[in-house]
């Protein structure tokens, strides 16, 4: 029986393109970006070290498993669920931006605030790499509950996402709140997009507490 909740919220496919960045020390390819099926299995025979990839069906449903270019990205991030607004310490979410700013600035809040939770209070740079792709089926659309966009407070809309994901809801469209006036995607199903490609990559400046800068890397010249 679907939830209240659930059955009252509109639900929305956003026709723009979607962006996501990671940190670069991630590998661009993973088990998942194999095309080839036996190749898959060989590969994930050799990532026994790594039980999260190697034990992908404990974090995706079967029926929404898939491996070959553009996958790696979209899989891999179910594969390591963290506590995040719609998303746990049991199970993940693949979030992405309406574009890159904002894609950079909902990593650069989350980041810096896990550095300074580890003591981290170098001036750094980072790198990061971008991810887009487009979504497929239609998402539960909260952009119009105040509840579920609370700055800090994330148990309300982890409950409202626990309930979509047994309800086989395919993600959440909700308002940015580190950028106001964008908007960003929590995907609970990594069917809800088309594979993602590898964009452009760009360098973060981090001073010691936040996040002040960024921009696009150029085109490499021979030394």
Partial sequence: ?????STS????RPMWQHFRVVHSRFPPKNVFDTNDHDAFLLAQVESSTNDRLFNWS??????DFHHGDGWGALMASF????????SSDERGAYYCSKNIETAII???FHTARFWQEHGWTDEVSAVVRSYTGRIVEDL???RNDESLHHRDDYQKSIAFADIAYKNKAYGIMYRSVRNSGSECLALLRPVASTPVKQSAH???IFNGQNF???AKLGDLKKI
Avoid: H, K, N
Wanted: aromatic letters at 18%; a negative charge; charged letters at 25%.
């Fill in 1 to 5: 029986m679907q939830s209240e909740a």
């Fill in 9 to 12: 919220t509109p639900l929305c």
């Fill in 58 to 63: 404990s974090y995706i449903e079967v029926e």
């Fill in 79 to 86: 594969c390591y669920p963290r506590r995040g607004r719609f």
């Fill in 106 to 108: 909902e990593w650069s």
């Fill in 140 to 142: 539960l659309d909260v």
């Fill in 202 to 204: 760009y360098t973060l």
């Fill in 212 to 214: 002040e800068s960024y």
